[in-house]
């Protein structure tokens, strides 16, 4: 996983047990050990049940999670399973002034011995801050670096990687009205709570968009950094929330003029720290199985 600090690497996984019970994907998810499986049940009790979100990563945590295919009842058919093996580093770690820390190194290593890149774009704390591609350029170029210099001749320049790059915060009123002006939100008629999504193909016009109003100015080069330092085929976009859209316990509806679910202090303003309603998230999911998948059909096949 990488992302600037805050931009809800922890939070999307903690959710994400919760989003394979939201909806059917005909999956079910377990840890492969003890610590695993006890994150697991602490992120999702803490997030669904206490209405929290679950506190930053301090280093580098491992999670190794398995998820199952699941089979009629009277099907012969072996269920097919995916092990997911999940690095969450700390946001800090990402900044520049980090690069000499043991724990940057040991990040680039998990990188290089990865296959897949969840990356996370967070476009409230780009319009406040702007240090999106500060985290990013030095480390792409240190990783960069570590496989131009270890010999391999098959370097091209660009890393190998598939790459889900999540815009983060759907649910914040200003992404949503951007989508909106956009005219991509989209409402799928299935669904009971009228909720709105932006399809992966129109994904990316949303992030330009949001790359412009950059606190730095510099968001623009975030998104082409992205596009010459990987494959443009192995980049997919994702407009994801973690906690998704509020949704009005009287009418079972989502209104476009109420759509945040944080609590909201007598200002009116949000407040970050606690959860609204239930959480229904929004794109989790999609893109940790379009990572499986690709890395999936790239293997050689026994």
């Known amino acids: 996983m990488w992302g600037a600090p805050g931009t809800g690497k922890t939070t999307f996984l903690g959710v994400l047990d919760i989003a394979l019970n939201r909806r059917d994907y005909g999956l079910t998810m377990t840890g492969a050990n003890d ?4 994150v697991l049940i ?3 009790e803490t997030i669904n049940d206490d209405r929290e979100f679950p506190p930053a990563t301090d280093s580098i945590d491992t999670f190794k999670w398995d998820l199952f ?6 099907s012969s058919t072996q269920p097919a399973k995916i092990t997911l093996k999940l690095t ?3 946001g800090e770690l990402m900044k520049n002034t980090r690069r000499s820390d043991p724990n940057r190194k040991k990040l680039i290593d998990e990188i290089v011995d990865s296959a897949g890149i969840l990356f996370m774009f967070d476009p409230i704390r780009e319009f406040e801050r702007g240090d999106a591609f500060s985290t990013t350029n030095g480390l792409l170029k ?3 670096g570590a ?3 270890n010999g391999q001749n098959t370097f091209t ?3 190998p990687h598939y790459v889900a790059v999540c815009i983060t915060k759907f649910d914040e009123p200003r992404i949503l009205e951007t989508a909106r002006a956009l005219n991509i939100l989209r409402r799928d008629p299935k669904d009971p709570h009228g909720l709105p999504f932006v399809h992966n193909n129109d994904a990316p016009r949303l992030l330009d968009s949001l790359a412009q109003v950059s606190g730095s100015g510099d968001g623009g080069m975030t998104v082409n950094a992205l596009k010459t330092h990987f494959y443009p085929q192995r980049v997919e976009y994702f407009v ?4 998704g859209f509020y949704v009005d316990p009287r009418t079972k509806k989502f209104d476009i003029d109420d759509p945040q679910n944080l609590v909201k202090d007598k200002a009116g303003m949000a407040n970050s720290a606690r959860i609204r309603g239930p959480v229904r998230p929004i794109n989790i999911v999609e893109p940790v199985m379009w990572l499986s998948d690709c890395i999936a059909q790239s293997r050689p096949q026994m």
Do not use: F, H, I, K
Request: charged share 10%; hydrophobic share 35%.
């Open 147 to 149: 496989y131009s210099l």
């Open 240 to 243: 994801t929330s973690a906690v």
């Open 88 to 90: 969450d580093p700390s």
């Open 35 to 38: 610590a695993s499986v006890n």
């Open 42 to 44: 602490e992120m999702t």
């Open 142 to 144: 240190q990783l960069m």
């Open 69 to 74: 295919t699941v089979q009629p009842p009277q």
């Open 157 to 159: 320049g660009r890393l």
